[in-house]
Every structure is written in structure tokens, then in C-alpha cells.
């Protein structure tokens, strides 16, 4: 029995102390158990240094928070580097999983030179609070300023070509100014991730999902592949409405739709042109902004709603600090990071959101989707400190969209939102609805980090990263710049999580996960109808289901985790085609005859 030896062997050695210096795994037990107790400590301070930067946007906020996060990092990077002393050791699986998951823990990776750890920290500070108290002020009236809240309200609503121009074109003056320190960003933060031992900050990000960099690219290429028929369907089909409508302002001979049309201000989900887009024919569906708004709907009863549904699958009910500390709207007073964001203080129960809540449907659906962050928060917060994570940042965002998927029309009667079920004919508005946000933002999800990796690598010069941004853009999604920009534009200083540092491939996951889940919890809810029309409100059984990955947080393989839900331990976009089937077809009867996608412009900067 040579396997048994050889771990009898491995254990005895691990057990007694060599006579050299090797250290032993129960050194690296006791390692880990502090180092676990003292990164809570740091994490927890640094969490509210930076829950009141976001909250109230002014240089000592922003100075304090960059302190702490230095702190953080600094000691995460000591942490690592002595660690690599365990580094040959034969640990149990859970522990080698930690000392991985602690080495791969840092999104800002950072010099171990503190002079430019603290220039690196402070840069992120400054480029987040640039985002955070961007404003546009229609012709130059300070009484008529906006922050992107509003602006993403007008942009939602508004059907002049002329005011969307001014409204994209204004907002993305926000850019400019942050692309030397995001140049600067990029240079310090890859030689953080150097001296870790990664080729460069992209790099480190794609180690982190259980698989090598390289296997991680190609399975995003794999999903994207899977559903990009279904996207050039929706895209030619929008095209043609929107030309319908807007006429020449819409059209453009090389087939790309402007990017200030559709309904976003970064085209990445276009619900909001809905009724541009609706079936001639269609049967009415619902208008769930009005009936919040007719009923006076306040933004605490919006995150009500949210709460209610998760507690009817078994879930608890959220911690009364959640109300005292959350941010639900928007303070006249003084500038905060607008863009929303679940928040978990101390790795336990003081979970919040910061949100600035308007009364919309995007809204009511932001909200479950940020709730779904603090539940799996909530859910995981009993693992050791290591493990108080999503299996990968792709599940932590596809929770409470695969929740948000069950806002079905039968749903919203039980709780009173509607009045009249819409018939059957209505599954094509409804699921044409749905892709508009959904299917819209899967190459938006995934350029995005294309645009970084290569940035974070090096392939893209920072001479030239307007120019790549704009490339990917209508490479991938079709849409073009409304109006000629340059290398003196900063576009992607534009999107929130370029200047915030959040990876973004996480939500091009979640829009394939967030279908698988949501898939499990109606078969766990015994769902015998379409797949479409299943809503799992007041499942218990759905809520157990679930429940029991999300309680996991990332003690294992996320594959493992998915197979506790799901039965699959692969990413697999097939339950969005089958979710979407009847609009499949439909879509292709509607092109039929119709040329599907778009030539890309040699010069990508110039709008047409
Ligand atoms: O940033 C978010 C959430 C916070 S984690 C509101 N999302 C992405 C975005 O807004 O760009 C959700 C969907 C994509
Ligand atoms: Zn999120």
C-alpha cells in the first residue's frame, strides 16, 4: 500500500520537529490562527475608515481611509512573504487553502517601498473620491448640477438625442483628470503584484477562481461564446427600433448603435428603452416605478421589499443596526460615493448598504441585488476569518440577481404591486425586458477587464487608452462614441469601478451564474412551469438550497460550492438560453432578412 506509506510518512514529518529549521504544520497552524485574529482587526478598522470616506467625500476622509487601507496591505504583504516559509510543507487541504487564499487576497497589491505604498494608497483614495464628487451642471448652472445618480435617472428617461449627448458627453468630462494617476495606479500597483510573485495585477486578479490565469481567460471566451449569438439577435433587433425612432441620429453606416441611446449612460443594460423597443403588438405588462412612486414609496419600504422576500425563503431578518447605519439616499449636504455598494463592517453582523435610492424599477432591483451581498455575508459569517468570502467574487454578485430574477408579475400581485397578471402573450415584453439588462451587459461585463488586463500587462500604453477602450467597446458590444473623443478624454475614469479598482470579469459570471442558481432554486421549489415565469418567493426549500452554499463562503473550490446547489460544478450558460428560448425565436423572426453585427471602425476615437 505505497499511497498509505506515503502519507503515514508525510504526517509523521509534519508532526515532529526536523532537526533543521524546517518549520513544522503546526507552526503553520498557529501561523495562520494569528494572523486570521489580526487581519480581522485591521480589516474591521480600515472598513469604517471607508464606509466614512464614501459616506462624506473630503480630504481628511479620504487621506484616513488611504491610511488604513495601507495599513492593511502592508501587513498582508508581510504576512505573505513570511508565509512562503510553509510554502513546501504538506498541510491539510484546509489549510494550504487558506495560506492561498491570503496570498491571492489583495486587490490592490503595493510596493513593499513604503514611500509609494502610501503614494499608491493615496492615489486610490483620491481617484475614488474624484468618481464619488463628479458633477455635470447643464450650461454651467451650479443650481442645476447632477451627480451620476440623477444623471442615470435622465439618461434613463431621456428620449432627446440632444439633451442624452450633452448629459454622456458632460458626465464624461469626470475622466480627464484622473489619467496621469491612474497611469501612475497602474505602474505601482504591478510592481506590488511583482514582488507577490504575479506577472502583474491582471495576472493576480485571474489566479483567484481555482484555476490558472490562462484557464480562467478561456473559460470567459468559452460563456461568451455560448451566448453571443443570442446577443447580435438582440443588438441587430434594438438597432433597427432605435433607427425607428431616432432616424438618422440612430444610424450609422458601419451597423454600431451610439452609445448615448440606449437608455445607460455606459450602454451596459438597456431596460430603460423599453418602450422604444416594445412589440408593436405587445399586450400591456406593468410599470412598476409608477405604482411605487403613485403609492409614495420611500426608500427604507424599497430595501422592506428586498428584505420580505429573502425572509420568505427562511432567511433572517436583517440586524437592527442595518437600519440605524445604512445610507439609503442621497445627502443634501455633502458629496458621498453615490454608486451602490453592500457593505460588512466587522465580518459578522454590522452589514449595511450605501445606496442613493430613486424610485425606479432599476432601483428596486438594485436593492435585492445588494441585499444578496449582505446575506451571503451573513450566511458565511461563522467560517474562519479566511473563509468569510463568496466562493468567487462571481457568486457574492450573482445572489441577489438570481433572487431579483423571481420579481415575476405573479409575484408582485401577491404582494400588491400589480394588479392584473399579464396573459401569456406577455412572456415575449416580458423577456424582452429582461435581456435588455441582461443579455445587453454580457459584453459590457466582460470588455471591461479585457480593457484592464491589458492595461494592467502593459499591451495597452496609457497613450493609447482611450483608444483601446473605445476598440473594445465596439468590438464587443457594437456601440459607438456619440461624439469624436481623444487621448485627452480618460473614458473608462468614467465607469465606477475603473477608478474604484473593482474587477469587473465578476459580473460577466454572475450573469451566467445568477441563471444557474436561480435555475436550482426552482427545481428545489418544485417549478414545473417555463423557466421564465417561476418565481421562488415563499420557498423554503429553495431558501435551504441556497442557504447551504452560501453558508460555505469560500472554504472550498467554488466548483464544489456550485455542486451543492446546482448539481453542476462548471459556469454554463444554458439555463439563460433556456430562460430565454421563446424570445430566441422570436428575435430571429423579427431579423429575418436583416444583416446581424457591425463592421468595427479603423479609427475606433471618432464617432462616425
Ligand atoms: O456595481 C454594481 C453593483 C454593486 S456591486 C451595483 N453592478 C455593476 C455595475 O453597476 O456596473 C451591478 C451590475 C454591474
Ligand atoms: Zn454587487
Known sequence: MTVACVCACLT????????????????AQTFMDKA?????????????AAWIEETYINDDTENLSAKETERVIARVTELVNQSRRFDSLDLSPELRRKFTLLKLSLTL???NDPKLRAELT?????????YGSGKYCPGGDQAKCMGIDDLEVRMGRGRDPKELQDLWVGWHKVGAPMRDRYARFVELSNQGARELGFADTGAMWRAKYDMTPEEFSADLERLWQQVKPLYLELHAYVRARLIEKYGAAAQRADGMIPADLLGNMWAQEWGNIYDIVAPASAPPTYDLAKTLQARGTDAKQMVLYGEHFFQSMGFQTLPETFWERSMLTKPRDRDVVCHASAWNIDSDQDVRLKLCIHITADDFRTVHHELGHNYYTLAYRNQPVMFRDGANDGFHEAIGDSIALSITPEYLKKIGLVQQIPPPQADIPLLLR?????????????????WRWEVFSGQIKPSDYNKAWWKLREEYQGVAPPVDRSEADFDPGAKYHI??????????LAAVYQFQFYRAMCQAAGNTGPLNRCSV???????????????????????????VMTGEDKADASAIIEYFQPLIEWLKAQNQ??????????DPLTAR
Open 12 to 27: 509523521l514529518a509534519s508532526v515532529a520537529k526536523p532537526l533543521d529549521n524546517t518549520p513544522t504544520a503546526a507552526e
Open 36 to 48: 486570521e485574529a489580526e487581519l480581522l482587526q485591521l480589516g474591521i478598522t480600515a472598513q469604517r
Open 109 to 111: 497589491p503595493a510596493p
Open 122 to 130: 493615496q492615489i486610490a483614495s483620491s481617484l475614488e473620491g474624484s
Open 434 to 450: 429582461t435581456a435588455l439588462d441582461k443579455i445587453a451587459f454580457l459584453p459590457f461585463g466582460l470588455l471591461i477587464d479585457k
Open 499 to 508: 477608478p474604484d479598482n473593482t474587477p469587473y470579469a465578476r459580473y460577466f
Open 537 to 563: 418567493y415563499g420557498s423554503k426549500e429553495a431558501g435551504k438550497r441556497f442557504q447551504a452554499m452560501l453558508a460555505l463562503g469560500c472554504s472550498k473550490p467554488w466548483p464544489e460550492a456550485m455542486k
Open 593 to 602: 432578412g436583416k444583416n446581424l453585427g457591425w463592421t468595427v471602425a479603423s
